[in-house]
């Protein structure tokens, strides 16, 4: 794993912190062959960590700095196989898939290799509707706010999937005179949705 110090910030835009991006890529259980689209990839932490694995990745953000933050980090880490699309998924995430869905989701063989992370959730109600339509077998979601995530939980559910939902907390320990005092980080809602 990549430590958050080494990627390149804008402050204003997010990174998904270093222990909730190798339980989020565990999740995804990435193969050389995957074809994966980054949903509001923000300062391309997970985009970065999964076009290293995956055969190519996509990423998707409406927020100008984040899309030039995550183009810096691709740059940094010499990755190529990316491509990065400013815009909204709702609008984005279809046109994408319509132009790899028919090499890809041709066979039962080649779908499950098109897999979905979601970093960013605004449009999601539209965002899963589109994933469900074109029958996306592995998504993992991450939220920050617990409602979020429990919706996108039930929605996906209400699509068939099976669902994994995990609730983290990071702690990091910070030396003080008598020992370590840990410092907790806000707990972050992981949804792994399989069919
Ligand atoms: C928490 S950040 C993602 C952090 C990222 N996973 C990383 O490792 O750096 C969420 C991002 O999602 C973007 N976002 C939220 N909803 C979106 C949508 N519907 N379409 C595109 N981008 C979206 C926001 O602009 C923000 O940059």
């Known amino acids: 794993m990549i430590k958050d110090e080494d990627f390149i910030r804008n402050e204003?835009?997010?990174l998904t912190k270093e222990e909730i991006r190798a339980l989020s890529l565990s999740k995804l259980n990435l193969t050389h062959d995957d074809i994966v689209i980054d949903?509001?990839?923000?300062?391309?932490?997970?985009t970065v960590e999964i076009a290293t694995i995956a055969k190519k990745a996509y990423a998707i953000d409406n927020n100008e700095d984040a899309i030039?933050?995550?183009?810096a980090n691709l740059e940094k880490f010499d990755i190529k196989n990316c491509e990065?699309?400013?815009g909204d998924a709702k609008e984005e995430l279809e046109k994408i898939l319509n132009n790899i869905s028919s090499e890809t989701v041709k066979t039962e063989e080649t779908a499950k290799n098109l897999k979905i992370f979601i970093g960013g959730t605004q449009n999601i109600e539209e965002i899963l509707s589109i994933i469900n339509k074109y029958g996306i077998k592995t998504?993992?979601?991450n939220t920050i706010v617990v409602n979020t995530?429990?919706?996108?939980?039930?929605?996906?559910?209400?699509?068939?999937y099976e669902i994994d939902l995990i609730n983290m907390t990071v702690s990091y320990g910070r030396r003080i005179k008598s020992g370590y005092?840990?410092?907790?980080?806000n707990p972050i809602t992981i949804i792994t949705a399989k069919k």
Do not use: F, Q
Request: proline share 3%; net charge negative; glycine share 14%.
């Open 12 to 14: 204003s835009v997010p």
């Open 39 to 46: 949903i509001g990839c923000g300062s391309g932490g997970m």
């Open 68 to 71: 030039n933050t995550t183009n």
């Open 84 to 86: 990065v699309i400013s």
């Open 139 to 141: 998504v993992v979601s």
């Open 149 to 160: 995530g429990l919706k996108i939980a039930e929605i996906l559910e209400n699509y068939d």
């Open 181 to 185: 005092m840990m410092m907790a980080r």
